[in-house]
């Protein structure tokens, strides 16, 4: 319906969603983060179906109260039940693997032709490693337009390039008027 040869292959656009806190993320060596939901969500139809899932957690409660008796566990896949599937030191915003997981997932029923991601992404490596072909990457318009924001407010423009009035002639002016009516205070 979308134009493609091959029925199989799909638009998707994928992001992570982490449990970060907004304060005191840099009072320990660890990142803040202890869980993370990946979500791939197919691009070409209106309704934006949710087609994979990747969770990961490094949460385990067995392993805490463990430790807290003195024994020494590994998470994650540690004697008894282990909730947490990312080791206590792997990396949480780990994009190439968390896309690389839900691509396996989808490896039976789709292939992806284009994955829309964020601008610093490197979720493309991971679905290209999983699905063993080339995918074409786009970028999301809200990053783009920031960076594209951020990149302009940086320049600097020469005073002849735009007409009308500019900051250094309002500052001229404002100064101006502040010193004919005396008002200049410290």
């Known amino acids: ?19 970060n806190p907004i304060f005191n993320s840099d009072v320990t060596a660890f990142q803040a983060g202890t869980q993370v939901v990946q979500t791939m969500v197919e691009n070409n139809t209106k309704l934006k179906h949710i087609v994979s899932v990747f969770t990961g ?6 392993a805490s109260r463990l430790r807290n008796k003195g024994i020494e566990v590994l998470c994650p896949n540690h004697a008894g039940h282990c909730s947490a599937n990312l080791a206590e030191d792997s990396v949480i915003g780990n994009e190439t693997e968390y896309a690389r997981q839900c691509t ?11 994955v829309t ?35 302009v407010q940086n320049c600097t423009f020469s ?15 404002d100064l101006g008027w502040t010193l004919r009516h005396g008002v200049l205070q410290n």
């Not at 029925?7 to 449990?19: A, C, F, I, K, Q």
């Not at 005073?159 to 001229?172: A, P, R, Y």
């Open 117 to 151: 991601t964020d601008g610093d992404s490197k979720a493309v490596n991971g679905i290209t490693n999983a699905q063993r072909s080339n995918v074409k990457i786009l970028r999301d318009v809200r990053h783009l337009a920031n960076s594209m924001k951020r990149a």
């Open 159 to 173: 005073l002849s390039m735009f007409s009308g009035t500019n900051k250094k002639e309002i500052l001229n002016k």
């Open 1 to 19: 319906m979308v134009g493609y040869a091959n029925p199989v292959l799909v638009n998707v656009e994928t992001d992570g969603r982490y449990n």
């Open 57 to 62: 957690n490094k949460l385990c409660k067995v």
């Open 104 to 114: 396996i997932e989808l490896n039976d029923k789709l292939k992806i032709a284009h």
